[in-house]
C-alpha cells in the first residue's frame, strides 16, 4: 500500500525566519502527527530592509546546521530533509539543499528603487500600483507573473503558492481574477515550468491563517498543470507546530478537482507518490 500524503510535510517555517517556534519543536510536532519525511524550508535571505527578522540570515551555517543535528536526532524514526524556500528577490549562493521551493513574495523595482510585498498589506500593494505601475492593478499581476515564470525557469523543485497575489484578494478588492489579461498572465508563468522537474504545490497556508477559504493555487492553474502532465504536492507551509499538517484533505480535494489521483512525497531518496 501506497503511504499516505500526510506522512509528508516539507513547506515549514522557524524561529530562523519568520515561524512562532524553533525547528526542534516543528520536528517534534511533525513527528507527533505521524509525518515520516520532514522538510525544513526557512525564507532565504533577500536584501530587502522589510524582510528584516523575517528571513534567514545571509549565512546559512546556523541554519544547516540544526538542520543536520535534527536529521541525526530522528535517524530511523522520521527523515529530516534540509531545503529551502528560495525567494526571486534571495541573495547569496543556493547550494547544497536536498530540495529548494521557489517562490515570489515581493517585486523589487528600479523606477522607484523599493520593494514591494504581495502579501502582507493592502497598504504595499496599493504603493505597488500607484508608484511604480500607474494606478494599474493588472500591471501588478502581469509584473508579479514575470517574476514567477522567471524563477521557474529555474526549475525549482517545488513551484511555491505559485498565484500568491491572490492572498488580498479574495473579494476582488484589487483585480478581477477572472480578467483575461491576468488569466493570460498567470498561465504563461505556469507554462514556464518543466512539469518532468517541478512540483506545484497546493498550499493551505493562508487558509489556516485565515485569508483564504481554498488552497492556492487557484483551479484554473490546477487544471491546467494537469493537462500538462505536471505533479502536485501537498503542503500546509506552516509557521507554528499546530499547522504541519492543516487542511491536507482540503488540498487534497483541490487536487482530485483538478483530475489528479495522485500527490507527491519528498524523501532522501527522491520522488514518491501516493494515491489521493
Same mark, same amino acid.
Given at each position: 500500500?501506497?503511504?499516505?500524503?500526510?506522512?509528508?510535510?516539507?513547506?515549514?517555517?522557524?524561529?530562523?525566519?519568520?515561524?512562532?517556534?524553533? %525547528?526542534?519543536?516543528?520536528?517534534?510536532?511533525?513527528?507527533?502527527? +505521524?509525518?515520516?519525511?520532514?522538510?525544513?524550508? *526557512?525564507?532565504?535571505?533577500?536584501?530587502?530592509?522589510?524582510?528584516?527578522?523575517?528571513?534567514?540570515?545571509?549565512?546559512?551555517?546556523?541554519?544547516? $546546521?540544526?538542520?543536520?543535528? %535534527?536529521?541525526?536526532?530522528?535517524?530511523?524514526?522520521?527523515?529530516?530533509?534540509?531545503?529551502?524556500?528560495?525567494?526571486?528577490?534571495?541573495?547569496?549562493?543556493?547550494?547544497? @539543499?536536498?530540495?529548494?521551493?521557489?517562490?515570489?513574495?515581493?517585486?523589487?523595482?528600479?523606477?522607484?528603487?523599493? !520593494? !514591494?510585498?504581495?502579501?502582507?498589506?493592502?497598504?504595499?500593494?496599493?504603493?505597488?500600483?500607484?508608484?511604480?505601475?500607474?494606478?494599474?492593478?493588472?500591471?501588478?499581476?502581469?509584473?508579479?507573473?514575470?517574476?514567477?515564470?522567471?524563477?521557474?525557469?529555474?526549475?525549482?523543485?517545488?513551484?511555491? &503558492?505559485?498565484?500568491?497575489?491572490?492572498?488580498?484578494?479574495?473579494?476582488?478588492?484589487?483585480?478581477?481574477?477572472?480578467?483575461?489579461? !491576468?488569466?493570460?498572465?498567470?498561465?504563461?508563468?505556469? &507554462?514556464?515550468?518543466?512539469?518532468?522537474?517541478?512540483? %506545484?504545490?497546493?498550499? $493551505?497556508?493562508?487558509?489556516?491563517? +485565515?485569508?483564504?477559504?481554498?488552497? !492556492?493555487?487557484?483551479?484554473?492553474?490546477?487544471?491546467?498543470?494537469?493537462?500538462?502532465? *505536471?505533479?502536485?504536492?501537498?503542503?500546509?507551509?506552516? &509557521?507554528?507546530?499546530?499547522?504541519?499538517? @492543516? +487542511?491536507?484533505? %482540503?488540498?487534497?480535494?483541490?487536487?482530485?478537482?483538478?483530475? @489528479? $489521483?495522485?500527490?507527491?512525497?519528498?524523501?532522501?531518496?527522491?520522488?514518491?507518490?501516493?494515491?489521493?
Amino acid at each position: 500500500m501506497k503511504p499516505n500524503a500526510k506522512v509528508c510535510s516539507v513547506h515549514t517555517h522557524s524561529t530562523l525566519c519568520d515561524g512562532k517556534n524553533t %525547528l526542534a519543536e516543528m520536528a517534534s510536532a511533525a513527528y507527533a502527527a +505521524g509525518v515520516r519525511y520532514f522538510g525544513a524550508s *526557512g525564507h532565504s535571505h533577500t536584501p530587502s530592509p522589510s524582510d528584516a527578522g523575517c528571513v534567514l540570515d545571509a549565512d546559512l551555517s546556523a541554519y544547516r $546546521t540544526e538542520v543536520l543535528r %535534527l536529521r541525526k536526532e530522528y535517524a530511523g524514526r522520521m527523515e529530516v530533509l534540509l531545503g529551502i524556500e528560495w525567494d526571486s528577490q534571495a541573495d547569496g549562493v543556493r547550494d547544497g @539543499f536536498d530540495y529548494w521551493i521557489g517562490s515570489v513574495h515581493e517585486l523589487h523595482s528600479l523606477k522607484t528603487g523599493e !520593494y !514591494y510585498c504581495v502579501d502582507w498589506g493592502a497598504e504595499s500593494l496599493t504603493a505597488c500600483r500607484d508608484k511604480a505601475c500607474g494606478g494599474d492593478f493588472l500591471s501588478v499581476a502581469e509584473w508579479y507573473y514575470q517574476d514567477v515564470a522567471a524563477l521557474a525557469r529555474q526549475k525549482p523543485t517545488i513551484l511555491g &503558492h505559485m498565484d500568491l497575489l491572490t492572498k488580498l484578494n479574495p473579494d476582488g478588492a484589487f483585480f478581477d481574477e477572472t480578467a483575461p489579461r !491576468y488569466r493570460a498572465a498567470a498561465l504563461a508563468a505556469l &507554462h514556464a515550468a518543466d512539469p518532468t522537474v517541478t512540483l %506545484l504545490e497546493i498550499n $493551505t497556508g493562508a487558509v489556516q491563517r +485565515g485569508y483564504r477559504k481554498t488552497p !492556492y493555487p487557484a483551479p484554473l492553474l490546477l487544471k491546467e498543470w494537469r493537462g500538462m502532465g *505536471g505533479k502536485v504536492i501537498l503542503t500546509s507551509d506552516a &509557521h507554528s507546530t499546530d499547522a504541519i499538517l @492543516f +487542511g491536507y484533505d %482540503l488540498a487534497a480535494e483541490a487536487a482530485r478537482s483538478a483530475g @489528479f $489521483t495522485e500527490t507527491a512525497i519528498l524523501t532522501m531518496d527522491g520522488l514518491s507518490l501516493c494515491s489521493l
